[in-house]
């Protein structure tokens, strides 16, 4: 009886060291996929941004509207930059109401596709564009979008049709809210601040930067 209780407790010993091992290994292995992902990102971002300046074919050569391309023909700006603390523009069909709907989206410029993802609440869809012009990198945001039509992780060149006009599910009239910023390394925001550091007037920078 007193080998039997000995035995047990050993064999409890043997498969507790075993499974502790098991843990550690799990855990350790979760850290290396971790690590690994994380300076994937890095090494992703160092490549498109790379790419953007080393290849001519993408670098923004000049701006243009994002609807009615390239004058934003058919559209009127109904929010603009800082009214009412707007980090944007709000453009939207003469029409008023939910008549631009379905309408199409352009790239404003050649670039790089960081994101395009359904933020859900009052953000809905979004696309996000990097851009380098004039050795400088800029971001155009895409807002409200009814479908998406391109994946992150692409180049598009300027003027290709990258969305459709949305109404956040119903949120609101149908538009398009387009941000320029020239951090493209800001959080995606609230849409309204007071402090504007890293926005730029949309509608001014592209009036000023056209091709």
Not at 124 to 148: P, Q, T, W
Not at 149 to 156: A, D, E, G, K, T
Request: aromatic share 14%.
């Amino acid at each position: 009886m007193k080998y039997l209780v000995i035995y047990c407790l050993l064999s409890l010993v043997f498969w507790s060291c075993k499974d502790q091992s098991k843990a550690n290994e799990t855990i350790s292995s979760k850290l290396k996929k971790t690590s690994i992902d994380t300076l994937s990102t890095f090494q992703e971002k160092a490549n498109y941004k790379t790419r953007l300046k080393e290849d001519s074919t993408f670098i923004a050569k000049g701006f243009d509207f994002p609807v009615g391309k390239p004058n934003a023909n058919g559209y009127y700006n109904a929010q603009k930059f800082k009214e009412n603390n707007h980090l944007g523009d709000d453009w939207n069909g003469l029409g008023g109401g939910n008549s631009d709907l379905g309408d199409p989206i352009y790239s404003i410029a050649n670039g790089y596709i960081s994101e395009a993802k359904d933020y859900k609440g009052g953000w809905g869809n979004i696309i996000r564009i990097v851009h380098f012009y004039n050795n400088k990198f800029y971001e155009s945001l895409y807002a409200h979008c009814d479908s998406m039509l391109v994946s992150p992780n692409q180049f598009i060149k300027k003027g290709e049709q990258i969305a459709t006009i949305g109404n956040c599910n119903g949120t609101y009239y149908a538009h398009l809210h387009l941000e320029i910023r020239n951090d493209v390394d800001l959080d995606i925001g609230d849409g309204y601040s007071t402090d504007t550091t890293g926005y730029l007037n949309p509608t001014d920078f592209i009036k000023k930067n056209r091709n």
